[in-house]
């Protein structure tokens, strides 16, 4: 009697590949082993990235504490209480815009209209004021619209594909362009005693703009640290498509990131604005340069996926730090953008070294 040949299990058609002499228990086992390798590969990574970013940490720790103890050397005037007040203030307003700017930095993109933002919002408040509108009503109407060309940063880089950098430096130079054009190039005064209390006043003798500056920092900071949102920005930087794969609406995360910039470009412009007590379209020129660079100093990737608030703020405490140092010292503004951008050359260097560590 003929026996019908008995067929395994690993040969059924459709099953997948049979391998010789091996068993379901040892492929099962041999899943389990590529599993636990690749768990343990991501484990390394993770923990390399954490000793990379420690590093970086500690390094700019290191580079604070020597340009402070410099500047301290260089001038009796630096280490006042006064003197450090008004650099805070100052260095505020570079601040504010800087820990914006790191997350649309982390999520992949960058945004260097902040300059023309700051301008043509103090612009417009100058132009309202002297229609007769109310200073404050006037302060939200150029918040608004600070906010709306956020949006439509985010809208021509998100939706019509066109690269975020090509896309913010025309929008710098088209509402700067504005800026000047509408302004006559001429500084227009701004009344009301309130309003200037807004960038020039003070809290227990601390400056209001640093209060502006320390809420927003914290803000971030929570929310990139420990809230869903923030872990949608770093999954969303650090791969685009897998992000998309894992349900994260990551085109308009990328469009409020860019209205959330625009909208700290405003504030800015406000308090510069109030502190100076006119409305001038020169107030954005200084900070284009100095925010880029204090974002990719403290860390940030341009490839995005990594970028810390800490990093940023220290490097933001670092560029302060020269900036009131080369006043004290009447240095040239020439030389301090000398600085400034081989800090910034740096910066993507060391970003270049730390890639290549991870890989």
């Given amino acids: 009697m003929d026996v019908a040949p008995q067929t395994s299990r690993l040969e059924i058609p459709g099953a997948g590949p049979a391998i010789p002499g091996s068993s379901g228990a040892e492929l099962a086992h041999l899943d389990f082993e590529d599993e636990r390798v690749a768990a343990l ?42 003197n450090l007040l008004t650099a805070a203030s100052v260095v505020s307003i570079l601040g504010i815009m800087a820990v914006l700017e790191t997350l649309i930095v982390i999520v992949g993109e960058i945004d260097i209209s902040i300059g023309s933002v700051m301008a043509a919002t103090s612009v417009m408040i100058g132009l309202l004021v002297t229609s007769g509108v109310d200073v ?45 054009v ?3 190039t001429m500084t227009v005064n701004i009344g009301g005693e309130g309003f200037g209390k807004l960038g020039s006043g003070t809290i227990l003798s601390v400056p209001v703009p640093v209060f502006f500056f320390v809420a927003i920092w914290a803000t971030v900071f929570f929310v990139a640290r420990f809230t869903v949102l923030g872990r ?3 999954a969303t930087g650090d791969s685009y498509e897998a992000a998309l794969r894992a349900g994260i609406q990551a085109d308009r995360l990328r469009v409020g990131l860019f209205v959330a910039i625009g909208l700290s470009a405003g504030v800015a412009g406000i308090l510069v604005t109030s502190e100076l007590g006119s409305a001038a379209p020169q107030i954005g020129d200084p900070y284009l340069l100095s925010v880029v660079t204090a974002v990719i100093l403290g860390g940030a990737s341009l490839r995005g996926g990594r970028g810390t608030m800490f990093g940023t703020l220290v ?45």
């Fill in 232 to 234: 949608h920005i770093y």
């Fill in 136 to 180: 404050w009503l006037a302060a939200v109407i150029g918040l608004a619209f600070a906010g709306a060309v956020g949006a439509v940063n985010g809208i021509i880089t998100v939706y019509f594909k066109i690269n975020s950098l090509v896309t913010t430096l025309g929008t710098y130079s088209i509402f700067l362009g504005i800026a000047y």
């Fill in 182 to 184: 509408v302004s006559n």
């Fill in 315 to 359: 490097a933001v405490a670092i560029l302060g730090v020269l900036q009131n140092g080369f006043a004290l010292l009447q240095f040239s503004s020439f030389l301090e953008n000398t600085v400034i951008g081989c800090l910034l050359i740096f910066a993507v260097l060391t970003d270049r070294l730390v890639r290549r560590a991870e890989r």
């Fill in 41 to 82: 590969q991501e484990q390394r990574l993770a923990q390399r990235r954490r000793f990379i970013e420690r590093l970086q940490g500690e390094g700019l720790l290191l580079v604070f504490g020597l340009v402070f103890a410099v500047m301290w050397a260089s001038s009796r005037y630096f280490l006042t209480v006064a």
